[in-house]
Antibody, heavy 120, light 110 residues
Framework: EVQLVESGGGFVQPGGSLRLLCAAS????????MSWVRQTPGKGLEWVST????????YYADSVKGRFTISRDTSKNTLYLQMNSLRAEDTALYYC?????????????WGQGSLVNVSS | QSALTQPPSASGSLGQSVTISCTGT?????????VSWFQQHPGKAPKLMIY???KRPSGVPDRFSGSKSGNTASLTVSGLQADDEAHYYC??????????FGGGTELTVL
């Protein structure tokens, strides 16, 4: 059974950093592209970042480019999102999602989400 | 990249059909056949209902169907059931390694 479990969220002051983790089971990370998608409380979904199935390519939304870094550890089957220089507008529920072979939005499995709250 | 445009709300009676639109541009919906639709119940993670415009994942009822014409994609839910009441979001590959979502539509089953 495919499962995605996020962790690492919490409260942080503006300018601070957090690292989100997404532990995958039931499939191999290296076989699929993986993405982070966030949702502001009561609002819609926003794509944040994707790492390709090979791990050789990473993609970012303009709103996080230069501040966030997506990576993975295939030995731990875990996806990461390092978030630096956090802003109030980064406050959201962050989901990891399994995609197809590349970034195409075929998010067939989602985690339960990890809440990030950026506030002074 | 601008978000795709969805109506904020839609409604239909039990057993009837409803169609939700998702409008983009030639740079996203009109340029690629990578449109997905997600259903989200309150407090739950989104669930993939349609991918690559018309395809249904295993386990999704055939009451759900997708289509595209030009820069607009549509999700049709036939034979509305109470459990179909949820928020629905569309997404599209937007070129240049970018993905864009719609703002979401709240579907009410009357």
């Amino acid at each position: 059974e495919v499962q995605l479990v996020e962790s690492g969220g919490g409260f942080v002051q503006p300018g601070g950093s957090l690292r989100l983790l997404c532990a995958a089971s039931g499939f191999t990370l290296s076989s699929f592209a993986m993405s982070w998608v966030r949702q502001t409380p009561g609002k819609g979904l926003e794509w944040v970042s994707t790492i390709s199935a090979t791990g050789g390519s990473t993609y970012y939304a303009d709103s996080v480019k230069g501040r966030f870094t997506i990576s993975r550890d295939t030995s731990k089957n875990t996806l990461y999102l390092q978030m630096n220089s956090l802003r109030a507008e980064d406050t959201a529920l962050y989901y990891c999602a399994k995609d197809g072979l590349w970034l195409n939005g075929n998010f067939d499995y989602w985690g339960q989400g990890s809440l990030v709250n950026v506030s002074s | 990249q601008s978000a795709l445009t969805q109506p904020p709300s839609a409604s239909g009676s039990l057993g009837q059909s409803v169609t939700i639109s998702c409008t983009g541009t030639s740079s996203d919906i009109g340029g690629y056949n990578y449109v997905s639709w997600f259903q989200q119940h309150p407090g739950k993670a989104p669930k993939l209902m349609i991918y690559e415009v018309t395809k249904r994942p295993s386990g999704v009822p055939d009451r759900f169907s997708g289509s595209k014409s030009g820069n607009t994609a549509s999700l049709t839910v036939s034979g509305l059931q109470a459990d179909d009441e949820a928020h629905y979001y569309c997404s599209s590959y937007g070129g240049y390694n970018n993905l864009v979502f719609g703002g979401g539509t709240e579907l009410t089953v009357l």
